[in-house]
């Protein structure tokens, strides 16, 4: 977040907020992980036989893991260019009430 546009906020109440961010960012990524974790293994793993994965394993692993961190830059790209849209829109409606 830009701490220029938290210049109304107390100091105090800015460094809480910040802090807030940075928790809900951690959490998201470990729900992100642990997602990806989850599915790769539902869909990749086929026996417990082995202590190790076996090359066809390793392979969906790998390729289901590309797959889903692909997919998650293109929704945080697009959610990145909604979210510009939205503010284009919005600054354009406030010159036009001016």
């Keep these: 977040m830009d701490p220029n546009a938290m210049g109304n906020i107390p100091p105090k109440q800015q460094?809480?907020?910040?802090?807030?961010i940075d928790t809900m960012q951690v959490r998201d990524s470990l729900r992100m992980y642990n997602s990806l974790v989850e599915k790769c293994f539902k869909e990749c793993v086929e026996?417990?036989?082995?202590?190790?994965?076996?090359g066809?394993?390793?392979?969906?692993?790998q390729n289901c893991c590309s797959k889903f961190?692909?997919?998650?830059?293109?929704?945080?790209?697009?959610f990145g260019e909604l979210s510009a849209e939205a503010e284009n829109q919005m600054q354009q409606l406030m010159?036009?009430?001016k």
């Design 56 to 61: 066809g394993e390793e392979r969906c692993v």
């Design 15 to 20: 460094e809480e907020l910040m802090k807030a």
């Design 47 to 54: 026996s417990f036989r082995r202590k190790d994965l076996d």
């Design 69 to 78: 961190m692909r997919g998650s830059a293109r929704v945080g790209q697009r």
């Design 95 to 97: 010159k036009q009430q």
